[in-house]
Every structure is written in structure tokens, then in C-alpha cells.
């Protein structure tokens, strides 16, 4: 009886030449997935000299407003369709720093608070990128426009950005290279 019962206890514990090969896939499957998941940190372009931090969130629902003033003749439209997340963020680069090429699901209103930046973005095929100075700012129209901010000064840059997103959706999308032949 011992017998009958180890032996029931070994086939309990041994695996089928199917079982072993269902273990294998999965922890192949696990492995390529985390690989991708480190290649894609390691094959973005990086940030560097950049300290972010979000000075506040809210959410939105649809919404349209409109204003205007005369004189001057002058008129404002903004408008979102669906949930929208709102970020404020302050970000601070070195001289010499930089965002990193990436993109943002909505449009973003940036104000430069002091220092200087330049805008390169992939609509540039020339690679000039527009310079901003404190008190300037610009939109950023987000979608699949790509772009990366670098200060080029020699002191700390600020901007403070005003973000539009669709709700749920990431705020910064990291391109996963240098979408153009840019040098920055």
C-alpha cells in the first residue's frame, strides 16, 4: 500500500512533456515582456537637467466658452468634447537640458517664466527650433506632433505649462527615438 501510495504521490508531482512546454511559453512570454518593457524605457529619449512638478489636476467635462472685448477687436474660442484632464505644470530645465523628444494627447499652452528655450519639433525639417524668451510663450497643439524643449542659456529655465488631455489619457507620451535627424 506504501508503495501504491508514493507512486501516486511521484505521478502527483511530475509533469507531462505538455505541462512543461505550457511553463516554458509563459515564462518566455513573461521574459519578452518585460524585455520590451525595458527596451522601451531604454530606447526613449532621454530627459536630462529636467525637474518637473504638476501644480495642480482637475478634471472637466465638455465644455465651450467664448469671449471677446472691443476695442480692440478681440476674441478668444476654447472648447473640449468629452471628460478632459487639466494639468498645471512647472518645469525647470538646466542649461543645456532637455525634455526629450515627446508628444501630448491634447494641446498645452507654455509661458516662460524666466531663461530661455528652444521649441524643436518634427513639423521643423530644418531643425532651427524657435526660441522663447521669459514673458513669451506658445501652443503646442499636441496629437502626434513631437517636439523637445532645450534650454540652450546659461541659466535655469522655467516654463509653466497649461495642459489640455483627454481624460485617462498619459499627459507626456516619450517618443521611442529621435524621430528626426535633429541633433538634440
Known sequence: MKSRSNGSLLSRHRSTPRALRSKWILALVVAAAGSAA?????????????????????QFSSFFAQGHAFPPAWGALMAAYGNTDVYVVDNKIDPGGTTGWHSHPGPSLILVVSGEVTNYTTEDRNCAGHTYTAGQGFVDAGGKDEHTLRNNGTAEAETIAVQLIPHGQPRKIDAPTNPTDCPV
Open 38 to 58: 525595458y527596451a522601451g524605457n531604454v530606447l526613449a529619449t532621454p530627459s536630462s537637467g529636467l525637474s518637473t512638478t504638476t501644480l495642480a489636476e482637475s
